[in-house]
């Protein structure tokens, strides 16, 4: 069984910061990209960020230059570190990735999704 298992949401008040962690865990071959998405109520699910397994980032508009993705390929656990947060950045966030998992004794790709951790940024 693989799964992704996200931590460190919370309440912040505006132009404060939060770092979430999403670790994946499991029979995994490898991780290919990672990424965060969001969904605010009421909205699409929107992507954040994503890195590469070579280390290449793509951001959405509305977080560049205050949001900063990373990884850590040992552990298989992607970070991201939130500053200067708004209250229109207020929503559950999700962690997902492209990874190739062992099944019995073949590889499978597959995409896989954390459960969400909520963020609350408060005016």
């Known amino acids: 069984q693989v799964q992704l298992v996200e931590s460190g949401g919370g309440l912040v008040q505006a132009g404060g910061s939060l770092r979430l962690s999403c670790a994946a865990s499991?029979?995994?071959?490898?991780?290919?990209?990672m990424g965060w998405y969001r969904q605010a109520p009421g909205k699409q699910r929107e992507l954040v960020a994503l890195?590469?397994?070579?280390?290449?980032?793509n951001y959405a508009d509305s977080v560049k230059g205050r949001f900063t993705i990373s990884r850590d390929n040992a552990k298989n656990t992607v970070y991201l570190q939130m500053d200067s947060l708004k209250p229109e950045d207020t929503a559950v966030y999700y962690c997902n990735t492209d990874a190739t998992i062992w099944v019995i004794s073949r590889t499978r790709r597959v995409d896989l999704w954390g459960q969400g951790t909520q963020v609350t940024v408060s005016s």
């Open positions: 890195i590469t397994g070579g280390g290449s980032t």
């Open positions: 499991g029979s995994i071959f490898s991780i290919n990209t």
